[in-house]
């Protein structure tokens, strides 16, 4: 049995060694222990005290081994992007060219440098270990994110989006890096990539502001604009079945997609009740469902139920796991179909 619940102090060395797996492009989970032991205190911070209007907040939280006690996967939200940090993305355009002289009346799609400050909530920082990709883990990790924003929809922004890692090769090359922003910031992609989880400001200084005329890219660059990592298209499915859709913008180092959805038209979100524990049982036969404990530290797993006319029963394997008895309340939404 595996659960989901919000990031400890304690899990720093685990979550470091988490966060060594994840190679390029996981631009949110760096090898990096000073910057996860800041994450994971701004974590804690923010789910001490969960606002009723979103100023930024950053929550993570990590996937737990019960087994083992093993940190095995990690996912995040913030509440809300830009403010301080703005969140920078290519919006893609049109332009429009006409000639009356030669007859030519021609659309060109362009990439414009788009700067939020007041932005939408974004989910991220999606990993799990390799060995843990079965039995519905991946899509527990994904969307149990929605059960939390659910819980507390007003300390969320009303647009949900997710920045999906775009194309790069084992070496850490990106084509469309190389087409564009390797020119401008005279560093390898890679490096570029960790650099803006540090101190965003050097986009701005370096970044050109105006159009990029798509045509005049190289083929290859062209051809990974909106396209996910081959590692990230499972996760771009998910997002689709739960109303997802792609948002026109797209990421300015990897051109990675850039998907969003209304919050309260997520499926997840759409789809949850919240009931009392009516009774805890040894089995039940049932679909599966992602479950999550109302009250105290946030916890969640996947598992069956029963709805009843009093409440929901659940079993002793689930009630173990959330660390929660009958009377006490929880949270829970269909798992989507494989």
């Given at each position: ?35 996860l032991t800041k ?116 300390a969320f922004e ?52 105006h159009p990029i ?126």
């Amino acid at each position: 049995m595996v659960i989901v619940r919000p990031v400890h102090l304690a899990d720093l060395d685990n979550l470091e060694a988490l966060a060594a797996l994840t190679g390029i492009g996981l631009t949110t989970l760096p090898k990096d222990r000073e910057y996860l032991t800041k994450r994971i205190r701004n974590s804690e911070r923010a789910f001490q005290s969960i606002p009723d209007k979103p100023a930024g907040e950053s929550y993570l939280f990590v996937m737990e081994d019960l087994a083992t006690h093993a940190i095995i996967g990690a996912c995040g939200i913030v509440s809300k992007v830009g403010g301080f940090e703005p969140f920078y993305s290519y919006s893609i355009e049109k332009t429009h060219f006409h000639s009356d002289v030669i007859g030519v009346n021609k659309e060109v799609p362009i990439l414009k440098l788009h700067e939020e400050h007041d932005g939408p909530a974004e989910i991220g920082s999606l990993f799990l270990h390799p060995d843990f990709r079965h039995d519905g883990n991946g899509r527990l990790l994904q969307l149990v994110r929605f059960l939390f924003i659910a819980e507390h929809p007003d300390a969320f922004e009303q647009t949900i989006v997710s920045e999906i890692r775009g194309v790069s090769d084992d070496n850490g090359r990106s084509p469309f890096w190389d087409a564009i922003g390797l020119h401008f910031f005279d560093i390898d992609f890679r490096r570029a990539d960790y650099l803006s989880i540090v101190n965003k400001h050097f986009i701005a200084d370096l970044m050109p502001d105006h159009p990029i005329y798509i045509p005049l890219l190289p083929k290859e660059a062209q051809n990974v604009i909106g396209v996910p990592h081959e590692q990230s298209k499972s996760a771009v499915k998910n997002l689709q079945l739960e109303g997802f859709t792609f948002a026109n913008e797209v990421d300015i180092f990897d051109a990675g997609p850039v998907v969003q959805c209304p919050r309260d038209q997520i499926r997840t979100i759409r789809q949850s009740q919240r009931a009392i524990i009516s009774e805890i049982v040894g089995k039940i036969e049932s679909p599966r469902f992602m479950i999550a404990r109302s009250a105290g530290e946030f916890r969640a797993c996947q598992g069956q139920l029963d709805i009843t006319p009093t409440g929901v029963r659940i079993t002793k394997e689930i009630g173990d796991a959330l660390k929660i008895k009958a009377g006490e309340s929880i949270r829970f939404s269909p798992m989507p179909e494989k």
